[in-house]
């Protein structure tokens, strides 16, 4: 297919005057729009205005520019149907081989505070997505262009021979409808939520779009075929924006823990590593260095860490790769690696090594959980405000280093499997229990793993997910050496817990808000 016309209509013009100079040189009229008509013009590129090839003016406040037989004609006909030539001959309609259209900004609209519903239909897009839609169904005869980041190899690719292969121009039109569908959507999520006088902080509808980034070796179990795909609107966010430095394919798993890993070190200011197992912290320090942090993690349960996936909040170093090198260890997630660091961790053959972007962008749509027959929407449980407002329920305040190692329990067991609690030191982990269908048997895993840790709990904080429904989970943990709690509080027996806490000299805080982890 020989391109020699195109329309070019585009809202975003980030690189339209290079790419249709370069079309230009090759030989191709030029037929563009309004606003963009005037920049090309304005660049010294010949150009013919749509008015000019239809006869018709732009009408309606611009609503109705390219919507003519004239243009779609162009498109649309086939050029080895005779019955299609004839017409088109007839009818005055010259072929149109390549159209570059991009769509207005309906998203940014409709995000503007207080933008009325006038604003938001007047941003709805008609002539780019009926044009989009001609081109993408033509393909056999036409090419389509929505974006900028095309226009370099389709220069590259018409530079030889004025020509576009079948392959571009069909994948040209995947991409198209895959644009065109997710313009709808959006505009279709708009009316059904827009006009919602319920209060409900809920849509009414959501609409997800998937694209494969990368097949997974198998599932949760080796029957089970499984890939990663990236969720539109979130491609830079967590782990699809992180590169793969070293090892073999992650596995299913492998990436359930590793976006674990890699978003809950972020939690602190400070270095801090994470060492998880089958979605739950088996370790969390921070500490003065990264390898401090590391050291601390691993110390909390070294038995399970061995296979597990660390996360870390700094570049990691020759030191903390030496120390991560002593156990067998399935996936590493840092921000960066020294030179040194990153020879002494691919001597490993098995560890897959993950880079992850300066900044870790955590994305504040909806955690998503599918049910047989539907699926479950919440809104992501994002960070601590309620540490803000905590309140001392006991009569004894805890004491700084206390308090230091309350803060740093609460922000870790929001990560460990409900029903979850955990002892903590100042920067570590003690001993975590997780998953436990009774908080007292939570309380008693934890304790003992600091015993199988040969870690001391005398003068330590114990977390909870939430609240302790009796005394006893309490109770369990003060015989343990727990002197300070830190909880959501709000069980009908608040009282008898606290009484029981103010008995044996424990400080208590409570937050007023849990964090459940149950997927």
Not at 267 to 273: K, Y
Request: hydrophobic share 40%; net charge negative.
């Amino acid at each position: 297919m020989q391109v020699k016309r195109a329309l070019v209509s585009v809202t975003d013009k980030s690189g339209i005057v290079d790419f249709v100079r370069q079309l230009h040189d090759f030989g191709v009229e030029i037929i563009s729009t309004g606003g963009t008509a005037r920049v090309l013009r304005d660049a010294g590129i010949p150009v013919i205005g749509v008015s000019e090839v239809t006869g018709s003016p732009e009408i309606f406040g611009g609503r109705v520019k390219t919507l003519h037989p004239k243009i779609t004609g162009g498109i649309l006909f086939r050029r080895d149907n005779e019955s299609d030539c004839r017409e088109a001959e007839e009818n005055g309609i010259d072929g149109i081989d390549l159209v570059v259209v991009n769509l207005y900004d309906f998203a940014s609209k409709v995000a503007e505070p207080g933008v009325s519903d006038d604003d938001a239909i007047e941003s709805i897009d008609i002539g780019g997505p009926t044009l989009i839609r001609s081109t993408a169904k033509n393909w056999k005869y036409t090419a389509i262009l929505t974006s900028s980041s095309q226009y370099d190899a389709i220069i590259e690719e018409l530079s030889n021979t004025r020509t576009l292969s079948d392959e571009t121009r069909r994948k040209l039109a995947s991409d198209a409808f895959e644009l065109t569908a997710k313009y709808d959507s959006m505009i279709s999520d708009w009316f059904a939520n827009s006009g919602d006088d319920s209060k409900d902080d809920m849509p009414n509808k959501v609409t997800f779009h998937l694209n494969k980034q990368q097949s997974m070796r198998y599932g949760e179990n080796p029957q089970q075929k499984a890939a990663f795909y990236t969720l539109a609107g979130e491609e830079g966010c967590g782990l699809s924006s992180c590169k793969q430095l070293h090892g073999k394919k992650l596995s299913f798993n492998n990436m359930i823990d590793a976006d674990i890993a890699l978003l809950m070190p972020y939690e602190f200011d400070e270095p801090c590593v994470s060492i998880l197992k089958h979605t739950t912290p088996c370790g969390v320090g921070t500490g003065a260095t990264i390898a401090e942090a590391e050291a601390f993690a691993r110390a909390c349960d070294p038995l399970s860490a061995f296979g597990g996936i660390i996360g870390m909040n700094r570049i990691c170093d020759e030191q903390t790769a030496e120390q991560i090198n002593k156990a067998f260890t399935e996936v590493i997630v840092a921000p960066g690696y020294t030179p040194e660091a990153l020879q002494l961790l691919t001597k490993k053959k098995n560890v897959r090594i993950l880079e992850a972007p300066s900044s870790v962008l955590a994305y504040d749509g909806f955690d998503l959980r599918r049910v047989t027959g539907g699926a479950l929407l919440q809104q992501k449980d994002f960070g601590f405000p309620e540490l803000k407002d905590v309140k001392v329920v006991t009569d004894r305040e805890p004491t700084e280093e206390e308090w230091n190692a309350l803060l740093f329990g609460w922000k870790v067991v929001k990560y460990v499997k409900s029903n979850a609690v955990l002892f903590a030191g100042v920067g570590r982990t003690l001993g975590i229990g997780a998953g436990q269908m009774s908080r007292v048997d939570a309380v008693k895993i934890a304790t003992m793993k600091a015993e199988e840790a040969k870690l001391d709990l005398k003068g330590s904080a114990l977390a909870s997910d939430a609240y302790f429904p009796f005394a006893d989970g309490l109770l369990e943990a003060v015989n343990a050496g727990a002197t300070a709690v830190i909880q959501p509080g709000g069980s009908i027996r608040d009282q008898e817990v606290i009484d029981a806490a103010n008995e044996r000299n424990v400080a208590m805080v409570v937050t007023g808000r849990r964090h459940f982890r149950h997927a």
